[in-house]
């Protein structure tokens, strides 16, 4: 069901009445400009400007105190210094304001006494039912209603189809200057600041619900409250298509970890999971962040991942190739019917294969038909044209003759233009029609791309793929909760797991896993080895140790008592010799397995999306490899088939030159019932199977060590 916007937020986007509290007759002052913006907006609401020295400004009274204003007033800007904004949210409070901007600075950003004054606002705000946004924005626009209560030099943006929501005020001004620049417009454009109340995740369906919106591209530096970002974002993408920029890639710590998936599972990838599942699409660039924009606003869905290039050079078209598959898309081969089609248009030594080279002298008219031919062919699910300044004619002429054949095509076109001064008619006109151009084939197969990945989103989510509708239930798991509850009850805060509570836990939800029997001296690991049967494993037992592998504290394959006591005594002193000061309690003896593929399989509690889990290539190089793929927990079995697909440990399993096919569902079906566990147990901070071996196709999986860690 569709997210309905929060009614308290309507004052923002649909205000009867606008007042400006520190609105100003200095030219050089910000309330100056920020009356001057709403007013040249074209606002046909009341606007009423406030300031305690009174007079007249732009033609219109200034009250005294907002208490004075006249009806009807129902959004109030605030430019005043900090320290009077909660005196001024008392007045909004009397005067029946029900939502403010606080476009002042001096608050959480200056420090501790600064976040007391912000958290005296809120405190204020929620006592009468008071939206804020902000403190230390720069205010929010709307180019169709119209709304412009932000401070920034004109120009505003154009009106147009992509809204903007923001962290930060100066990416906003940046954006606005640079989309004039661009060609494209605005639809809604929203400055968060330090968001002491409204959020990035509150305005996702207000602005969805704009019938002006087509795409919504996002500037974050963070998230609120992941789960419900992902739940919110979830339900709007189901409507209409959501980029983001998510910055500070490389800032902040690690959780404090005892496994490769805690070393691995930092915010970057918990944040590719959390958008993954909600259908957000992550540009790496601001600059990809709008190329990606427009063409989700300007460009019809593609059925599939096929690419005909159109060129009237081979250097471009060979470029093209290795952008579109570096992209994940691939060249169309283009049917026998459209080739003789082409062959009639084009001269012999042109190049009817895709990339179909037209040659330097192509005419418009040639651009044209070729392009329409291409359309036509079924195998060819979008195109490319790349236009290089034509020798004999005119950039702008050839996107003259194209924007016709566009405009009528159900598949989409995206423009390569190249150059610069002898390509702007031709900038025009596309930008003009809504035709996505770009200066370089990598960024329109990029573009394309995106158009792809939006596509395969939407036909997942419609056969219910998404992953929240497959997941699995406690009945087809089979689970039992409860001896899980037993072993962490008993368990220390921040504490290693027992190898055998930890084994307890797996098998509670029903993933096998290997005897193992602790032996604290030679003898009495000859003993067990004798009881489990030969040939034998032997892992040292050191709590303090967590990669037992890199001080020699595991042996294979030991076929006889007289090893083991050997190998006791080996694994021992390797230990001491590495670690001194480790607490070591012996050997664990356990079975030798079959011989299979061993992956990594592990979950950790994010502290802003909850529940991860991890799949990939396991081993002692799991951490150096990083072919490992995050989703959130739980997880549907569509979700968990991309996880395996995403990686070279899951492909592997379909079997490999020499290497035979694994049991690919047993690793499902462990993932699937991993994700349940760890979603079920906040308190389990990590738990990792490294390795989890799986043996030949339909004979199981098993998993051989386990790592796990309780929470506080």
Avoid at 101 to 113: K, L, S
Avoid at 224 to 234: I, P, Y
Avoid at 320 to 337: F, K, T, V, W
């Amino acid at each position: 069901m569709p997210s309905t916007p929060d009614p308290s937020l309507e004052p923002f986007f649909a205000p009867r009445g606008v007042a400006i509290v520190g609105a100003s007759h200095d030219p050089t002052k910000l309330g100056y400009g920020l009356s001057r913006n709403l007013v040249q907006s074209g606002y046909r609401g009341a606007i009423h400007f406030v300031n305690i020295k009174g007079g007249s400004l732009m033609g219109r009274p200034v009250w005294a105190r907002l208490s004075e204003v006249p009806d009807p007033v129902d959004l109030a800007v605030l430019l005043i210094p900090a320290a009077a904004i909660p005196g001024a949210i008392l007045e909004c409070a009397g005067r029946g304001v029900r939502a403010a901007i606080i476009a002042a600075g001096g608050f959480r950003e200056t420090g501790p006494a600064g976040a007391a004054l912000e958290a005296e606002c809120l405190r204020i705000a929620k006592e009468h039912g008071i939206r804020l946004l902000g403190p230390n924005c720069i205010g929010l626009l709307d180019t169709h209603l119209p709304l412009d209560t932000t401070f920034l030099s004109p120009p505003g943006p154009t009106p147009g189809d992509v809204a903007f929501i923001s962290h930060s005020g100066a990416i906003c001004a940046a954006v606005i200057d640079w989309a004039r620049g661009q060609g494209f417009g605005l639809s809604r454009m929203v400055s968060l600041g330090n968001q002491v109340d409204v959020n990035e995740t509150d305005l996702l369906a207000p602005v969805a619900e704009d019938a002006y919106t087509h795409v919504i591209a996002l500037y974050l530096e963070g998230v609120s409250d992941g789960r419900r970002f992902v739940q919110q974002a979830g339900e709007v993408t189901r409507r209409k298509p959501v980029v983001a920029l998510k910055v500070g890639r490389y800032a902040g710590g690690q959780l404090a970890v005892a496994s490769h998936t805690g070393a691995l599972a930092g915010r970057e990838n918990a944040f590719n999971a959390a958008f993954r599942r909600a259908g957000v699409m992550r540009a790496d660039t601001t600059e990809e962040l709008f190329d990606w924009a427009r063409a989700l606003a300007w460009c019809p869905s593609p059925k599939g991942r096929a690419v005909a290039v159109l060129t009237n050079a081979g250097g471009p078209g060979v470029t093209a190739a290795d952008a579109l598959e570096g992209n994940g898309l691939r060249l169309a081969q283009i049917s026998s019917e459209t080739r003789a089609a082409l062959s009639e248009l084009l001269a012999p030594p042109a190049s009817l294969h895709n990339p179909v080279d037209m040659l330097a002298a192509a005419s418009p008219q040639q651009y044209a038909n070729c392009l329409q031919i291409l359309l036509a062919d079924p195998g060819v699910h979008s195109v490319m044209v790349i236009l290089p300044p034509p020798p004999m004619h005119t950039a702008g002429g050839i996107a003259k003759a194209i924007i016709p054949v566009i405009y009528t095509a159900e598949k989409p076109v995206v423009i390569a233009l190249m150059g610069e001064r002898l390509i702007q008619e031709a900038v025009e006109h596309f930008r003009a029609a809504h035709v996505p151009e770009y200066r370089f084939p990598e960024r329109a197969a990029a573009a394309l791309a995106v158009l792809v990945q939006r596509a395969e989103y939407l036909e997942s989510t419609a056969e219910g793929q998404e992953g929240q509708e497959s997941i699995l239930s406690y009945n087809a798991l089979d689970v039992h909760p409860e001896i899980v509850r037993a072993v962490l009850e008993k368990g220390a805060a921040q504490t290693l797991l027992s190898p055998a509570d930890a084994n307890r836990i797996l098998e509670a939800y029903g993933i096998p896993t290997l005897q193992m029997e602790l032996a604290r001296s030679a003898d009495e690991a000859a003993a067990r080895a004798e009881e489990i049967g030969f040939p034998v494993a032997m892992k040292l037992a050191a709590p303090d140790i967590t990669h037992k592998s890199e001080v020699g504290g595991v042996l294979l394959q030991l076929e006889d008592s007289h090893s083991v006591r050997e190998g006791f005594a080996k694994i021992i002193e390797n230990a001491r010799r590495a670690w001194p000061e480790a607490e070591i309690l012996g050997v664990h003896v356990q079975r030798m397995v079959a011989e299979g593929q061993d992956v990594i399989i592990g979950a950790i509690q994010d502290e802003q999306f909850g529940p991860l889990v991890m799949f990939g290539s396991g081993g002692i190089e799991v951490e150096g490899l990083k072919d490992v793929q995050f989703a959130l927990a739980p997880l549907g079995r569509a979700e968990a088939e991309s996880m395996l697909e995403s990686t070279w440990a899951g492909k592997k399993l379909h079997g490999f030159r020499n290497l035979p096919a694994a049991d690919r569902q047993a690793v499902l079906d462990a993932l699937l019932r991993l994700a349940q566990l760890a979603a079920d147990f906040p308190r389990l901070a990590e738990i990792e199977i490294n390795p989890l071996r799986v043996l030949a196709d339909g004979q199981g999986a098993v998993a051989l060590d386990v790592r796990a860690r309780i929470a506080n």
